[in-house]
């Protein structure tokens, strides 16, 4: 089996930042040396994940873009594919990992999706570590300085073909407290199966609608061809709704697929046993 995971950093104007390549290098890296060292795709997106939530040059975790009311509020998933099982929490204040939540919750297994004050209970009850929510605000954020798109996905395949795929972050700038976006919702911005794991990027309004990821992979049982489904699928998100979107994907085979709307760049990286490549 072909191992390989795919990382995104979120879509946006083109933004071309030396700090964020390195973090994309990192966590590319964190994923790859579990796939490396014979681990599962889970447990590689969520690490992959984790670095880009810890780095505040990205939109999740800490150095999440704000609310209007100036709080940083997240949403994050996983999903793994061999299982169908899914882990999703939303609208959290005070967490700095919650892709680390999601994944709690994925394996208790009898909720997939948690938000707000619920999910916070949920995360007490387990002595989940949470933080003082005013240290999630990065003093860029707070000037706008960053008020750049940056979400964080991952998307793997172990060396058993098993795949996963793991999405988070802090939404888009001003949005209305309690807003949910697609990131947390499964089929719209992550999604995986037996065959496709799929993390998406972008209007989380218009994701939604088109419930992307889940879109993507109902297309790759008709055409098994990676960059080909990537591509479609945000041809047909330009052509059906507005705003722009980002997409990765990798099927059981390791082979990998991308795009992202025209006149944007979505930072990625791959590492496959070939090597690794950070892009755009
Ligand atoms: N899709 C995310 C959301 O709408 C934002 C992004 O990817 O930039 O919450």
């Given at each position: 089996m072909s191992i390989a995971v795919l990382v995104h950093g979120g879509v946006g104007p083109h933004d071309f930042q030396t700090a964020r390549e390195q973090g994309m290098e990192k966590a590319v890296q964190a994923g790859y040396a579990i796939l490396e060292a014979g681990g599962e795709s889970l447990d590689a997106v969520q690490a992959a994940v984790r670095v880009l939530e810890d780095d505040?040059?990205?939109?999740?975790?800490?150095?999440s873009v704000l609310n209007e009311l100036g709080e940083v509020e997240t949403d994050a998933a996983l999903m793994d594919g061999a299982t169908r099982r899914a882990g999703a929490v939303g609208a959290?204040?005070?967490?700095?990992?919650p892709v680390d939540l999601a994944r709690l919750l994925l394996e208790e297994g009898r909720h997939v999706l948690l938000v707000g004050d619920g999910a916070l209970r949920y995360a007490r009850q387990r002595h989940f570590p949470l933080v003082?929510?005013?240290?999630?605000?990065t003093a860029a954020q707070k000037k706008h300085w960053a008020d750049h798109r940056g979400t964080v996905g991952a998307v793997a395949v172990d060396h058993r073909g098993h795949l996963a795929s793991a999405t988070s972050t802090g939404g888009i700038?001003?949005?209305?407290?309690?807003r949910l976006g697609d990131t947390p919702l499964i089929g719209s911005g992550t999604f995986a199966d037996s065959r496709l794991a799929v993390s998406c990027t972008g209007d989380g309004e218009s994701i939604i609608r088109m419930v992307l990821a889940h879109e993507a992979a109902c297309r790759y049982r008709e055409v098994p061809d990676p960059s080909r489904v990537a591509r479609e699928a945000i041809e047909r998100f330009g052509l059906e709704v507005t705003g722009i979107a980002g997409i990765i994907l990798v099927d059981s085979g390791g082979r990998a697929g991308w795009a992202s709307s025209p006149g944007t760049s979505m930072l990625h990286g791959l590492a496959t046993p070939e090597g690794l490549t950070v892009g755009y």
């Open positions: 505040p040059t990205f939109n999740a975790g800490t150095g959290l204040h005070g967490v700095g990992n003082e929510p005013h240290k999630l605000v700038a001003g949005k209305h407290p309690g």
